[in-house]
């Protein structure tokens, strides 16, 4: 019994030593890198934070693309990776609740989206059910991110798109944009409780046959 709990410890060691899941908990470590720089609130403190989140969500795509392509998949990597995306996105839009810049409601139903389907995937794992990421999520996703970068550069810089040229605030564009976000927030929410039910359902009716 002991040498079976010895091999389990050296299991979780190795799976946290490993390339993807160092890359995804230094995505953990560097959220208070980013919300130490935003509290700032300089121009060129939200510029590095920006650069440090988008090297952050690099890494999200990176640690799965290598653990798949390595085969170094595990259980520690399957908790972590959705979990820092959470923290990372959830802590800086709370500090910009703080600082002003965003809503407190448009957090408070990303939030409790967040909550709401982890608990779904949790009861789905429970029952052997797996719930496939659905496209909203991805758009949610793709969408949130851009809002995030742009609500932390926050100020406003002159733009040469060469059909315009002038003024923007990135608050403003990263308002809009965040706010788009709670639409797929909402109606992916939606996709991922149907595609809850249709899972259930569709093992009750394995086992009925």
């Given at each position: 019994m002991q040498s079976q709990k010895a091999q389990r410890r050296r299991t979780l060691r190795e799976d946290a030593?490993?390339?993807p899941n160092m890359l995804t908990m230094g995505r953990i470590i560097a959220i208070p890198v980013v919300l130490w720089l935003m509290w700032q609130d300089t121009r060129v403190s939200n510029?590095?934070?920006v650069m440090i989140y988008s090297a952050a969500a690099v890494t999200d795509f990176l640690d799965g693309y290598l653990a798949r392509r390595m085969g170094l998949t595990s259980l520690l990597g399957k908790f972590?990776?959705?979990l820092a995306d959470k923290l990372i996105v959830l802590a800086t839009l709370i500090?910009?609740?703080e600082q002003g810049?965003?809503?407190a409601w448009a957090v408070l139903v990303i939030?409790?989206?967040e909550?709401?389907?982890t608990a779904l995937r949790t009861i789905a794992a429970a029952e052997g059910v797996v719930i496939a990421a659905s496209r909203g999520g991805k758009d949610k996703a793709a969408v949130q991110m851009v809002a995030v970068l742009t609500l932390i550069l926050h100020d406003t810089y002159f733009l040469d798109f060469g059909f315009y040229a002038g003024f923007v605030s990135m608050n403003a564009v990263g308002l809009v944009l965040l706010y788009l976000s709670v639409f797929f927030t909402l109606t992916s929410g939606g996709e991922y409780v149907a595609?809850?039910?249709d899972a259930i359902e569709a093992k009750e009716r394995r086992l009925r046959g």
């Amino acid at each position: 019994m002991q040498s079976q709990k010895a091999q389990r410890r050296r299991t979780l060691r190795e799976d946290a030593l490993n390339l993807p899941n160092m890359l995804t908990m230094g995505r953990i470590i560097a959220i208070p890198v980013v919300l130490w720089l935003m509290w700032q609130d300089t121009r060129v403190s939200n510029f590095w934070a920006v650069m440090i989140y988008s090297a952050a969500a690099v890494t999200d795509f990176l640690d799965g693309y290598l653990a798949r392509r390595m085969g170094l998949t595990s259980l520690l990597g399957k908790f972590l990776d959705p979990l820092a995306d959470k923290l990372i996105v959830l802590a800086t839009l709370i500090l910009m609740v703080e600082q002003g810049r965003v809503p407190a409601w448009a957090v408070l139903v990303i939030a409790a989206r967040e909550l709401s389907v982890t608990a779904l995937r949790t009861i789905a794992a429970a029952e052997g059910v797996v719930i496939a990421a659905s496209r909203g999520g991805k758009d949610k996703a793709a969408v949130q991110m851009v809002a995030v970068l742009t609500l932390i550069l926050h100020d406003t810089y002159f733009l040469d798109f060469g059909f315009y040229a002038g003024f923007v605030s990135m608050n403003a564009v990263g308002l809009v944009l965040l706010y788009l976000s709670v639409f797929f927030t909402l109606t992916s929410g939606g996709e991922y409780v149907a595609l809850f039910i249709d899972a259930i359902e569709a093992k009750e009716r394995r086992l009925r046959g």
